[in-house]
């Protein structure tokens, strides 16, 4: 390979650059969720890491220890925000370059080495397969930097077959392959799955790879340098990702993540589509024709790829459906199996013309399905089953609409006004907003619940001055699993409980797929009735919520209030243990206009401790029967406050500075 090596790897770059290219200027700025939220992860850390690089390490060393989503697959890429290209297109360059050709690359060099290829033509074509695949181009064209973690997936299986770990204690080599199986995990974290099902896998394929003999000492040899590789991946885990770690192992993920789950069947089939009917017929057929007449280390590589294939996806659809970014290793079983069928059929071409002939004709093919499936040059239902899933550059139809709903909300929200958004799919959600806003937005757009069980719902969602509601209620999960979207909205068409104090304002907007999006603005106060009856439409689904919402006194009293904060630095807002964090204006009080719900005490405390100024702060209530209350809280001080007089009836809260609003923050919270 050594022969052809530059000038492959050139072309390789040059058609990775027009095809990344030609894709992301076909799209339209509608990024959201997972598709966006790595590109934000780069532009932030591509700004600050040059200008502070000491408090971005501190940045990255936390967000290993605590991230679900860390930063460590985008730091390498930081150096592509010098392109003088749009950040977008540096981004997608910077996966497809940095991560997916190196994958490419060493697919081929996997194969070649411990297989013995001295077939240059086969070395030549496995690396055509793995750079046109489309599996790995999909979910990186869409922003996932997923297929990093792909990389050390290889690496491992090569370390394990060009090293054998049968044969004596080899410590160099246990540890590095723990370091690289403890890598796919800290650049992605549901490569764990991959990586249980590789410490079940590995040591049986080393033993027979290597034609060790099956004694004592080969048994003790493989057991030891595995325990060591499983050793080092634990203790690094523990080490730089210990919080992750504990919080992963506390947390039920089945549950949380059961509306994404699908009956097993479905998960199958959508992972047959993901590479296609063709590709998935194939590789079962050439698997089958390697195990009847093929060499016994394609044979091995065979059983291998789908033992890892069939543990693996077990283990991962137990907690939900994978996605395009997480079928990556899915795929690429199947593609290490329907690899080894085709060097068989390369084996028995005996003349070097008809080898080239077939290597070019396949090569052409893949180069066409995969422009096809990206591009949707020629669609066709039969087709588009038996090829790779379409993954066409991102667009919706009436785009001027969403122009307009965006600047609309932007102007709506220039008085620091919040909104929500009550839609969850990628006809319409907040994040299609924010971009559509270059992220103007983003302070005023109220964090909104997306699925109930990971979720659960967020009091802020329906405290905002306007919410955007579409019609149908556009979800993209289980309708089961994502009330937390479809209830307001139903309430709010419909009229009923909360839905009964907003009016709609404004045109509607003709969006995609026949959706019809409105804005409604909150005209007045919840009722209590209204609070209870709309938080009891959850309740009959999950009895447990209860616990956390309607029995929380001060969740209730916030969810019928209407707040007015003061000027600057002015909040009022829930915090996730039931208290509610308070702050007055510079020159302007925040008011609550309320009803305290059966609260006959609340405690007052005062945050700033630390503050240089012995200040306090004002703070008075008054009912609509005429009862007022008002008192100061000193600095450092905690008070117990009688509201009995309050209870159960309209009532203002006026949190107001003495001498200086920098040493005000309170916390309010109630002795229930």
Same mark, same amino acid.
């Given at each position: 390979?050594?022969?052809?090596?530059?000038?492959?790897?050139?072309?390789?770059?040059?058609?990775?650059?027009?095809?990344?290219?030609?894709?992301?200027?076909?799209?339209?700025?509608?990024?959201?969720?997972?598709?966006?939220?790595?590109?934000?992860?780069?532009?932030?850390?591509?700004?600050?890491?040059?200008?502070?690089?000491?408090?971005?390490?501190?940045?990255?060393?936390?967000?290993?220890?605590?991230?679900?989503?860390?930063?460590?697959?985008?730091?390498?890429?930081?150096?592509?925000?010098?392109?003088?290209?749009?950040?977008?297109?540096?981004?997608?360059?910077?996966?497809?370059?940095?991560?997916?050709?190196?994958?490419?690359?060493?697919?081929?060099?996997?194969?070649?080495?411990?297989?013995?290829?001295?077939?240059?033509?086969?070395?030549?074509?496995?690396?055509?397969?793995?750079?046109?695949?489309?599996?790995?181009?999909?979910?990186?064209?869409?922003?996932?930097?997923?297929?990093?973690?792909?990389?050390?997936?290889?690496?491992?299986?090569?370390?394990?077959?060009?090293?054998?770990?049968?044969?004596?204690?080899?410590?160099?080599?246990?540890?590095?392959?723990?370091?690289?199986?403890?890598?796919?995990?800290?650049?992605?974290?549901?490569?764990?799955?991959?990586?249980?099902?590789?410490?079940?896998?590995?040591?049986?394929?080393?033993?027979?790879?290597?034609?060790?003999?099956?004694?004592?000492?080969?048994?003790?040899?493989?057991?030891?340098?595995?325990?060591?590789?499983?050793?080092?991946?634990?203790?690094?885990?523990?080490?730089?990702?210990?919080?992750?770690?504990?919080?992963?192992?506390?947390?039920?993920?089945?549950?949380?993540?059961?509306?994404?789950?699908?009956?097993?069947?479905?998960?199958?089939?959508?992972?047959?589509?993901?590479?296609?009917?063709?590709?998935?017929?194939?590789?079962?057929?050439?698997? #089958?024709?390697?195990? *009847?007449?093929?060499? !016994? $280390?394609?044979?091995?590589? @065979?059983?291998?790829?789908? &033992? +890892?294939?069939?543990?693996?996806?077990?283990?991962?659809?137990?907690?939900?459906?994978?996605?395009?970014?997480?079928?990556?290793?899915?795929?690429?079983?199947?593609?290490?199996?329907?690899?080894?069928?085709?060097?068989?059929?390369?084996?028995?071409?005996?003349?070097?013309?008809?080898?080239?002939?077939?290597?070019?004709?396949?090569?052409?093919?893949?180069?066409?399905?995969?422009?096809?499936?990206?591009?949707?040059?020629?669609?066709?239902?039969?087709?588009?089953?038996?090829?790779?899933?379409?993954?066409?550059?991102?667009?919706?139809?009436?785009?001027?609409?969403?122009?307009? #709903?965006?600047?609309? *909300?932007?102007?709506? !929200? $220039?008085?620091?006004?919040? @909104?929500?958004?009550?839609? &969850? +799919?990628?006809?319409?959600?907040?994040?299609?907003?924010?971009?559509?806003?270059?992220?103007?937005?983003?302070?005023?757009?109220?964090?909104?619940?997306?699925?109930?069980?990971?979720?659960?719902?967020?009091?802020?969602?329906?405290?905002?001055?306007?919410?955007?509601?579409?019609?149908?209620?556009?979800?993209?999960?289980?309708?089961?699993?994502?009330?937390?979207?479809?209830?307001?909205?139903?309430?709010?068409?419909?009229?009923?409980?909360?839905?009964?104090?907003?009016?709609?304002?404004?045109?509607?907007?003709?969006?995609?797929?026949?959706?019809?999006?409105?804005?409604?603005?909150?005209?007045?106060?919840?009722?209590?009735?209204?609070?209870?009856?709309?938080?009891?439409?959850?309740?009959?689904?999950?009895?447990?919520?209860?616990?956390?919402?309607?029995?929380?006194?001060?969740?209730?009293?916030?969810?019928?209030?209407?707040?007015?904060?003061?000027?600057?630095?002015?909040?009022?807002?829930?915090?996730?243990?039931?208290?509610?964090?308070?702050?007055?204006?510079?020159?302007?009080?925040?008011?609550?206009?309320?009803?305290?719900?059966?609260?006959?005490?609340?405690?007052?405390?005062?945050?700033?401790?630390?503050?240089?100024?012995?200040?306090?702060?004002?703070?008075?209530?008054?009912?609509?029967?005429?009862?007022?209350?008002?008192?100061?809280?000193?600095?450092?001080?905690?008070?117990?406050?009688?509201?009995?007089?309050?209870?159960?009836?309209?009532?203002?809260?006026?949190?107001?500075?003495?001498?200086?609003?920098?040493?005000?923050?309170?916390?309010?919270?109630?002795?229930?």
């Amino acid at each position: 390979m050594k022969s052809f090596k530059f000038p492959i790897i050139l072309i390789s770059i040059i058609y990775i650059i027009i095809i990344t290219s030609v894709y992301v200027s076909l799209e339209q700025n509608i990024y959201y969720w997972d598709f966006k939220s790595y590109w934000i992860y780069w532009q932030n850390l591509s700004e600050n890491i040059f200008k502070s690089p000491k408090i971005e390490l501190i940045h990255i060393i936390h967000s290993m220890n605590y991230d679900d989503y860390n930063l460590c697959p985008v730091i390498i890429l930081v150096f592509f925000k010098f392109l003088p290209v749009s950040s977008r297109l540096a981004y997608i360059l910077s996966i497809n370059l940095l991560y997916l050709l190196p994958v490419a690359i060493v697919f081929s060099l996997l194969q070649s080495k411990i297989l013995n290829v001295k077939n240059v033509r086969f070395q030549f074509f496995s690396y055509i397969l793995a750079i046109t695949f489309v599996p790995f181009w999909a979910p990186s064209l869409r922003g996932y930097p997923d297929i990093c973690g792909l990389f050390f997936i290889i690496l491992s299986i090569w370390l394990c077959l060009t090293n054998n770990l049968s044969k004596q204690i080899d410590v160099k080599n246990s540890l590095k392959l723990g370091l690289c199986l403890w890598l796919a995990f800290l650049l992605r974290r549901w490569y764990v799955f991959t990586v249980i099902a590789l410490y079940l896998t590995l040591p049986v394929i080393t033993i027979f790879y290597h034609k060790a003999k099956l004694d004592t000492k080969t048994i003790k040899n493989v057991v030891l340098n595995f325990f060591m590789a499983g050793m080092t991946n634990v203790i690094l885990s523990m080490l730089f990702q210990w919080h992750l770690i504990k919080r992963i192992l506390q947390t039920n993920y089945t549950h949380i993540y059961s509306a994404y789950q699908t009956p097993l069947f479905y998960s199958i089939y959508s992972e047959i589509l993901t590479g296609g009917y063709l590709f998935f017929i194939l590789t079962c057929c050439l698997s #089958l024709i390697v195990l *009847l007449r093929g060499e !016994t $280390k394609s044979k091995i590589l @065979v059983i291998f790829s789908w &033992s +890892n294939l069939i543990i693996s996806f077990a283990l991962f659809t137990h907690t939900q459906s994978p996605g395009m970014h997480q079928s990556i290793p899915f795929e690429f079983w199947l593609l290490l199996a329907f690899s080894q069928g085709i060097l068989f059929i390369f084996n028995t071409i005996k003349s070097e013309k008809q080898s080239v002939w077939v290597m070019t004709i396949l090569s052409i093919i893949l180069i066409l399905i995969q422009i096809n499936s990206l591009f949707g040059i020629y669609q066709n239902n039969f087709l588009n089953k038996m090829l790779p899933n379409m993954n066409l550059p991102l667009k919706v139809s009436n785009y001027q609409e969403y122009i307009h #709903l965006a600047q609309y *909300l932007e102007n709506l !929200t $220039k008085n620091n006004d919040k @909104v929500s958004i009550f839609s &969850s +799919n990628s006809n319409l959600n907040g994040d299609i907003i924010s971009n559509l806003t270059n992220f103007k937005i983003d302070n005023n757009l109220t964090y909104v619940s997306q699925v109930d069980l990971r979720d659960g719902f967020s009091p802020d969602s329906i405290m905002s001055k306007y919410v955007v509601i579409t019609d149908p209620v556009q979800l993209h999960l289980n309708p089961s699993g994502q009330r937390v979207i479809s209830v307001p909205v139903l309430d709010i068409l419909n009229k009923h409980n909360i839905g009964k104090a907003y009016v709609k304002i404004g045109r509607s907007y003709n969006l995609n797929d026949s959706v019809t999006a409105s804005i409604y603005k909150k005209n007045r106060n919840f009722t209590i009735d209204e609070v209870n009856g709309f938080l009891s439409e959850f309740y009959q689904y999950y009895p447990e919520w209860k616990k956390n919402l309607s029995e929380q006194k001060l969740k209730l009293s916030f969810l019928n209030s209407a707040i007015s904060k003061g000027d600057v630095w002015g909040q009022f807002e829930l915090q996730s243990d039931g208290s509610i964090y308070a702050h007055p204006g510079a020159t302007l009080p925040t008011i609550i206009d309320w009803t305290l719900v059966n609260i006959d005490k609340l405690i007052f405390t005062s945050l700033n401790t630390s503050c240089n100024k012995d200040d306090s702060i004002s703070i008075e209530l008054m009912s609509s029967n005429n009862k007022i209350l008002h008192f100061y809280l000193k600095k450092g001080e905690i008070s117990e406050i009688n509201v009995s007089d309050f209870k159960n009836v309209n009532s203002k809260m006026i949190i107001k500075k003495v001498k200086d609003s920098g040493c005000d923050a309170i916390s309010i919270s109630t002795t229930n």
